[in-house]
């Protein structure tokens, strides 16, 4: 592979402002801080459906109770006509009665009564004086000749919004005539304004009620549970063995355990154990650093040694990657302790399996990459060194990680001595 087809590769794997929000949102944020936004969710759908719900059976209601409403007026009116006869004439006993309406009912906005007449349909009778005598529309007159029942619509002048009651007038079989009663609808707006004022606050109320009791259920069962194993893997990635999660209560013997959060607190448990025993057997052999619990550079001189005979011999690549850390010369003794550790979980982490890592100074590790010529050795130290940042940003002073790579081809590969050395010397030495 040349060097612009690298490039461009590198340049295609550069990540997109979408997957940088996304790494920020998925690893940035706490899992309380997940939970939190997931119950709230959870709580605004529920609490929203219901608030919706009841919202929408209140106005069906209220508006009911309107119509209904309506449909009385009309009829009283209708009534009236018919016991006294006053659909061909006006007279004071009407203009009584539907005063005393006017009165009871005060969302009545309007009374009108339409007779028939040789023309067609005729206002007879209005709160409107200056309606009464005016022929009805042609829209109206259509409209009025197809009732066979009360009708109540909505209805909208200007900005004003009321309800229409149309109520038909029999005589036998005849339609003689047409009440029509407009109701207002601003006390029904202010009704319908007000209790929604009221089921808002109840629904905030209710949301968050919803949602800390959610909270508390999750916090107690996965949020709680979790942080604890979180912290207990951060002491052992430290190299602190002596770490142990308690489960929230007291499992009684023979107690069928089905619970995952309970079987991942058990296997972390007996996993730490089993690691520190196999620590303890490890150093025995002197093959690990005490510190950080990487491979010594004892154990890299045997190792190297098998795979650059194999290169010497078989001409099988081996490479070496080398990591200095620079920037810890000023820290007390226990922090440059932790950095190290740090860092060597952080190298562990980043590399493959089969590229062991191994302390070989105080402040630089070696990594041996088997079967892997030094094109591939410059690809690793590559991606490696654009990994940094998830340790270098975790501290306040100026951290660097310097990383090099050496390797061996076909042309074979000098003594162990001499790599030994090599890699013992000056950093800025590989390089050359």
Do not use: C
């Amino acid at each position: 592979m040349d060097a612009s087809s690298e490039i461009k590769q590198q340049s295609d794997r550069r990540p997109s402002p979408f997957m940088r929000l996304r790494s920020a949102l998925r690893y940035g944020t706490s899992l309380r801080g997940k939970l939190i936004v997931l119950v709230l969710a959870i709580a605004l759908l529920v609490v929203g459906a219901l608030y919706w719900f009841s919202l929408a059976s209140l106005r069906t209601s209220i508006t009911a109770i309107y119509e209904s409403r309506a449909r009385s007026v009309a009829a009283v009116i209708t009534k009236s006509i018919q016991e006294n006869d006053y659909i061909l004439y006006y007279s004071d006993e009407f203009d009584a009665d539907i005063g005393r309406l006017l009165d009871r009912y005060e969302t009545v906005m309007g009374i009108t009564v339409v007779g028939m007449s040789a023309r067609g349909f005729l206002v007879v009778a209005s709160t409107d004086p200056t309606a009464v005598g005016e022929l009805a529309t042609e829209e109206d007159q259509s409209r009025f000749e197809a009732l066979s029942s009360v009708e109540v619509v909505g209805e909208r002048v200007g900005g004003t919004a009321f309800l229409r009651a149309y109520h038909p007038i029999f005589s036998g079989a005849d339609l003689i005539g047409v009440v029509l009663v407009d109701m207002s609808l601003t006390e029904q707006s202010q009704y319908i304004a007000s209790l929604s004022w009221k089921y808002g606050i109840a629904s905030i109320g209710g949301f968050l009620i919803l949602g800390g009791l959610l909270y508390l259920a999750l916090h107690a069962i996965v949020t709680k549970p979790v942080k604890k194993i979180a912290q207990a893997m951060g002491a052992v990635a430290q190299r602190h063995y002596d770490v142990e999660v308690s489960a929230p209560f007291r499992r009684i013997p023979g107690t069928r355990q089905r619970d995952e959060v309970s079987q991942l607190i058990d296997g972390f448990n007996l996993m730490t154990k089993v690691i520190h025993s196999h620590e303890q057997e490890l150093m025995k052999l002197v093959v690990l650093d005490e510190l950080t619990g990487t491979y010594t550079l004892d154990h890299l001189r045997a190792e190297l040694e098998r795979e650059l005979h194999k290169t010497r011999r078989y001409k099988h690549p081996t490479s070496l990657l080398l990591i200095e850390l620079r920037g810890i010369d000023d820290l007390s003794s226990d922090e440059a302790d932790g950095v190290l550790v740090r860092t060597a979980g952080f190298l562990v982490s980043n590399l493959r399996n089969v590229d062991v890592l191994f302390r070989i100074s105080d402040k630089r590790f070696a990594s041996l990459l088997p079967e892997t010529p030094p094109e591939g050795a410059a690809v690793a130290a590559r991606r490696l060194g654009a990994q940094t940042p998830d340790v270098t940003n975790q501290y306040d002073f100026d951290l660097e990680l310097a990383i090099e790579h050496i390797g061996w081809g076909e042309e074979g590969a000098p003594a162990i001595d001499e790599v030994v050395a090599l890699i013992s010397g000056p950093f800025d030495a590989l390089r050359e």
